[in-house]
């Protein structure tokens, strides 16, 4: 008769053992790469779908009331709610909309994690909270330029995501001729795909969408890279030898590119939500005004919030988005 052969116990055990390392190692990091890829999706379906909104409507400002007192202390602000419940709400289906102190009863966290995990803030609640370079950057203190610092609002859509309203009724229309990035702001959105679930990180569920402009309205919802090209400045030069604004997004990876001048303004209303510098330098976009090395782009400041021209010979910082 043949011996039958097969595994020890110890052996199975040791086999399943193994089994179960090498899934605790690898399935987090899939888990993750799934995480992301759904995300994604879902943030290009929202933005999509609340550019086609907003490009509905006739005008983005003067919505609600805000009126302050001597001291500058708000004694009346309906600004956000009023632009949710009165123009927003025409256009996009809302399924709940919650006022000022009320976030989280629309499901926003009250802690969020900025992009690449760098630290954990409280939840803005208003636009100085937001960025306060909202209203003490440039030329924010002039009367034809300023910058209510209303209380944020919030509603839930029905796909799910909760989404904080931080709008500003004084907003301008395209049709001035400063360059100051503040005042041309009407909204901005910042949105967890999950409501309080988690991870409620920027990058990751949480995001944001900027719209400037009172009337002929601009719709961006940039997806920032973790970090700066290298912390370091670079040219804007069309020199192929060299590594310049566009060529650096290009080297740290090939879905990424440089912001144009609104995306660009976007991520610094957003600064304190993805860690960007607000040294001196400027920022470059890919919104080049005029071609050649001895022509110009337009930067953008995060230390006061001027969008400006600037030589393509300068040197600027660089921070990628998403394509």
């Known amino acids: 008769m043949k011996k039958l052969k097969g595994f020890t116990l110890a052996e199975v055990l040791i086999t399943l053992a193994i089994i179960g390392i090498v ?3 690898t399935l987090p990091s899939l888990l993750v790469n799934v995480n992301e890829k759904a995300w994604d999706a879902q943030k290009k379906a929202f933005h999509a779908r609340m550019a086609q ?3 509905q409507m006739n005008t ?3 919505y609600g009331q805000f009126e302050t007192d001597d001291d500058g202390t708000a004694t009346e602000d309906t600004a ?6 009165d123009a927003l709400s025409k256009v996009y289906k809302i399924n709940n909309v919650c006022g000022p102190d009320k976030l989280s009863s629309c499901g926003m966290p009250s802690k969020i994690t900025t992009l690449g995990g760098e630290a954990e803030i409280s939840f803005p609640t208003k636009m100085s909270e937001l960025n306060e370079k909202m ?6 203190t002039n ?3 300023k910058v209510a610092d209303t209380k944020a609002a919030a509603f839930e859509t029905a796909n799910g995501e909760s989404v904080a309203v931080f709008y500003n009724p004084l907003c301008s229309s ?8 503040q005042y041309k702001m009407c909204v901005n959105f910042v949105y967890d795909l999950n409501g309080t679930e988690g991870p409620n990180e920027v990058g990751k569920d949480v995001g944001f969408m900027t719209a400037f402009y009172r009337k002929n309205s601009v719709v961006v919802a940039p997806v920032p890279y973790s970090r700066d090209y290298e912390s370091t400045v670079v040219q804007y030069t069309q ?3 060299a590594i310049d604004a566009p060529t650096a997004c290009k080297v740290m990876g090939e879905d990424l590119r440089l912001p144009d001048k609104d995306e660009l303004a976007s991520l610094f209303i957003n600064a304190p939500l993805i860690n960007i510098e607000t040294a001196a330098y400027g920022y470059w976009s890919g919104s080049v005004i005029s071609y050649g090395n001895t022509g110009t782009a337009w930067s953008q400041g995060m230390n006061i919030g001027d969008c400006f021209r600037s030589t393509r010979s300068n040197t600027g910082y660089v921070r990628c988005i998403k394509k």
Do not use: K, M, Y
Request: overall charge negative; cysteine-free; charged content about 20%.
């Open 239 to 241: 020199d192929e030898e």
């Open 23 to 25: 899934a605790a190692i």
């Open 174 to 181: 395209d049709s001035l001729g400063n360059h100051t990035t």
């Open 53 to 55: 909104a907003i490009g």
């Open 143 to 145: 009367e034809t330029e």
């Open 60 to 62: 983005l400002g003067g």
């Open 80 to 85: 956000a709610e009023s632009f949710i419940l």
């Open 135 to 140: 209203l003490n950057g440039a030329h924010v």
